[in-house]
């Protein structure tokens, strides 16, 4: 026989699922809040459900609290949440007020809120209120759905995905250095959706130079990202692509260039430019990330080539990896084309945990996380 706590365990569990579910819809609108779903159930029936719909609109619990329509049963309800709720005066009041206030006796939850004007206090607000909280069910869950504004708020820094495309032999690009026609249609459809959920593109001034993207969203309904372009040397010409009207970009370069004539020309098109630092005769990529956390983009993609990716691997700063493997061989000697971390290959191995993959019309996606 299951021992009762572990049946009213599997019972969170599934409420909770509902929740995950729910928040995820709000993917790719919320930036910079998180995604959040709510379920209240009385007895065992769901009397309400809602998420969090976009930036700036009512938080998850509202939405679910509202759709119930008889007010009287959320006293013996309990609400499901897969983030803690919040306790502070933001664009919206405090949700653990509301939940108080409908006398809501219980509230079940999957994460603490890292946000430093939450923190626990949304939990110590309902306890002392008299509410009973559950916490941690789900959590790894509800974790992964809000990675991003999990590390944005604990380390204060942007959570760094890398996108790379390699043919079967691990060749990113064509002895000509393109990079281009790796992948198929499928695949590059699936990119489009990865940059919609993303609040920052970052490429490299030799990516730009070498295919000259667009580096927006097309091919999927969803918002296009803040382009980002680390051009050290002011190399790319004003007519590439990237600075097209499409979306805004970001060109960061080098503090002694930003203020040169070039980039003036480039303001003039409604560029935005930004210097930093350089170390060791590049710009340094924790400045750039830190920039873009000043920023509030929770989550950046890097499309870029070899050099920048293996930068941001060596120096620890990538959280995550989107791999495409054509089913396709460049051949060559290995001098022609590149590997997906540059042409020098480094001096240790990065180990990286795959957590899924799958195949759009025969390439093969890799979801790794480094460790
Ligand atoms: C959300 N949606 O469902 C929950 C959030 O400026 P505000 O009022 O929208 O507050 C944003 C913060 O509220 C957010 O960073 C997070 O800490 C907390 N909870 N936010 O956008 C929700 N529950
Ligand atoms: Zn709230």
Redesign the pocket.
Known sequence: MRAPDTAETWRHERFMARCLELAARGAGF?S???Q?G?VVVCGDRVIGEG??ER??GP???VNAIASVTDHELLRRSTLY?N?E??S?Y???PP?SDLIIEKKIPKVVLACR?P?E??AGRGVAKLREAGVEVVEGILSGEAARLNEAFMKFHRERMPFVALKLAQTLDGKIATAGGLSKWITGEAARKEVHRMRAGHDALLTGAATVLADDPLLTVRHVDGKNPLRVVLDRELEVPPEAAVFGPEAPTLLVTSERLSVSGKAAILRDRGVEIEGIEERDGALDLVSVLRLLHGRNALSVLVEAGGRLSSALVRERLADKLYLFIAPKLFGGDGLDGFGPLGVEAPEQAFALRIETTASFSGDLLLEAYFG
Request: proline share 12%.
């Open positions: 919320v910079p809040n998180p959040v709510s998420f969090h930036f700036g938080h998850a619990e949440v983030l709720p919040c502070h933001g664009k919206t949700c809120d946000h004007r939450v």
